[in-house]
């Protein structure tokens, strides 16, 4: 139902019961926030969202107030201003002056505010807070200094992601954002997956900086420097150099880490590919062999440590299989220095990722042989950007080419991975072939590509069903491992991923205002997918060599560069 509401001298409609912020949203007028997140429940906290209401005392939040019929609101009038511009300097008064030095400068929305309301002077002196940086995570690293207490770290990881990792301690101005016993973030239960810091208005959250190694590697001459890539690093990267959100750079991506100076160029689609046809052949075997089900997916790093702490009793269903990234690492440094005539110990192998959980899981004991990682360096997608301008390459002149064989090529189901559901999506297709070596009659599972947390999906192969799920987000996959603790599951097959949408929404993309641009990459991965000529990881020409020519023990000639069990995570707080 539409009401009329008064919004500084116009009528405008709104709907009943939405909220003052949504209502002028809707009618193009942007209310400033540093707490409220789509989704979630509105607090008030931050307070920077007020507006002037007739007949109110005070000023209210709109982001919680309901609009009424003819209720009256002036939103920029020169008490709200004065009040948003007080609220920014009380901030500011013991904030850090380092922004020129800050992982968020331009990008920072407390900087963007302090610019809007015209803030510049310092008229409000506060203590400084004087806080130690926790580099103790592989992933995360945490600027306490730099925190606002917007608490929306604190939503995210408890309310979408039910980890409860971080949380506010103490009360009163000694109030920060820590740890059980304010410990250092990796003696917590936290996951890696960096959704905390997709969500931080400011710098007090970011990832572990990777690249001074890198460059070290780059210019070390006893060094051959390779890199992989998926799908969700092409279709995410353009954004930050002004393209459509979307797009897909993958072509110029392999040109321009040619130019910064890398020996070799691949693709993790190669490597997800493999993923899907070792998955196959571990599904039909319990299938047949009535083992207990489901088959659980072990391709999401952050799912992994959260199952490992969280459900070690259903680690036992869990898939052998190593995330593709890892697998194609774990060949590289194995296979390819005989393939390429280097020797094995030259190789640093790089991998981008949109992923934090990646550099955390680079360094699990399952990921290394003989005491080194089969990845040496994992990139975030934000990364690669910092990578790209460092080396002052122009994304606009760069000259597109292809990635490197004999890892460079990958189908589209491959592709697929980076959306919540392709894994799934890719499984089905193959399933038929493995066990019956059929291919699907209809290629595109429209299923998977809804935008639900939860999706399922059957297939049928000869007398034997098949029944899939595929789960984003970690609450609706908390959901689903209660259902199966209790035996009321009757999937032969789960994917889960943490980020919600998949890794095209992962922890380590661009941090933007577009908040479609998960669901654009996504789309973009579905458009590959109808376009490309190869679109069965068992028609990958690639895929079919690497099957020919490996002499492994177990099924597909693998062994266990490709495989890994996972045990019990005991977490001290």
């Known amino acids: 139902m539409l009401v009329n509401i008064e919004v500084n001298d116009r009528v405008i409609k709104a709907r009943k019961g939405e909220t003052i912020m949504a209502a002028l949203g809707s009618n193009g007028i942007k209310i400033p926030s540093l707490c409220a997140m789509k989704d979630f429940t509105p607090t008030g906290a931050c307070r920077m969202c007020v507006v002037e209401v007739e007949g109110r005392t005070g000023l209210v939040p709109s982001c919680s107030q309901p609009v009424a019929e003819w209720m009256k609101i002036k939103t920029h009038s020169p008490r709200v201003i004065k009040s948003r511009k007080t609220i920014v300097e009380l901030l500011l008064s013991n904030h850090p002056d380092d922004c020129l030095y800050c992982e968020r400068n331009g990008n920072c929305e407390l900087q963007t505010l302090a610019e809007e309301l015209n803030v510049r002077e310092r008229r409000i002196m506060g203590k400084k807070n004087k806080y130690k940086l926790d580099h103790s995570s592989p992933s995360i690293v945490r600027d306490p200094a730099k925190c606002i207490l917007c608490g929306r770290c604190v939503r995210m990881c408890d309310e979408k992601l039910s980890v409860f990792a971080i949380d506010f301690v103490n009360r009163g101005n000694r109030t920060i954002i820590g740890t059980a016993c304010n410990k250092d973030l990796n003696f917590s239960s936290c996951i890696n997956c960096g959704q905390c810091i997709m969500v931080c208005p400011t710098g007090a959250l970011l990832e572990k900086d990777s690249l001074p190694e890198l460059e070290d590697a780059l210019h070390n001459e006893q060094k051959t420097v390779i890199v992989q890539y998926d799908s969700s690093v092409s279709t995410a990267l353009g954004e930050a150099f002004g393209m459509k959100p979307g797009k897909d750079a993958g072509h110029l991506i392999n040109g321009a880490l040619r130019k910064i100076g890398f020996d070799k160029v691949f693709d993790t689609s190669f490597a997800a590919d493999l993923h899907t046809i070792e998955l196959s052949r571990e599904l039909a075997q319990r299938k047949n062999k009535k083992e207990a089900s489901p088959l659980i997916a072990s391709s999401c790093p952050a799912w992994i440590k959260f199952a490992e702490q969280s459900y070690p009793d259903l680690l036992p269903l869990l898939s052998s ?54 990845i040496d360096v994992v990139l975030t997608t934000r990364e690669l950007v910092k990578l790209i301008k460092l080396y002052g390459v122009d994304m606009s002149q760069v000259e597109p080419g292809e990635a490197d064989e004999p890892y460079g090529t990958g189908s589209s189901s491959g592709k697929l991975y980076g959306a919540a559901g392709g894994m799934t999506e890719a499984l089905i297709r193959t399933l038929p ?94 458009g590959m997918d109808d376009k490309d000529i190869i679109r069965y990881p068992f028609r990958n020409p690639g895929v079919k060599q690497f099957y020919g020519e490996f002499p492994g023990e177990l099924p597909g000639g693998c062994g266990g560069l490709v495989h890994a069990i996972y045990s019990e995570r005991k977490v001290l707080l």
């Open 433 to 526: 072939f493995t066990i019956e070596a059929k291919e699907p009659a209809v290629p595109r599972i429209s299923e998977m590509r809804t935008s639900r947390d939860k999706k399922e999906s059957e297939l049928r192969i000869g007398k034997k069903t098949f029944r899939f799920a595929a789960v984003s987000g970690l609450n609706t996959a908390v959901q689903l491992m209660e259902d199966i603790r209790a035996g009321n599951c009757n999937y032969d097959f789960v994917e889960v991923m943490v980020c919600p949408g998949g890794c095209v929404n992962g922890g380590g993309q661009p941090i933007g205002k577009d908040e479609n641009a998960p669901r654009a990459r996504a789309k973009a991965l579905y």
């Open 321 to 374: 299989c190593k995330s593709p990234q890892q697998m194609l690492g774990a060949i590289l440094k194995s296979l390819y220095p005989e393939t390429a005539g280097s020797e094995a110990g030259s190789i640093f192998s790089v991998a981008i990722a949109s992923c934090t959980a990646r550099k955390f899981e680079a360094q699990r004991e399952e990921m290394t042989r003989k005491g080194l990682s089969d």
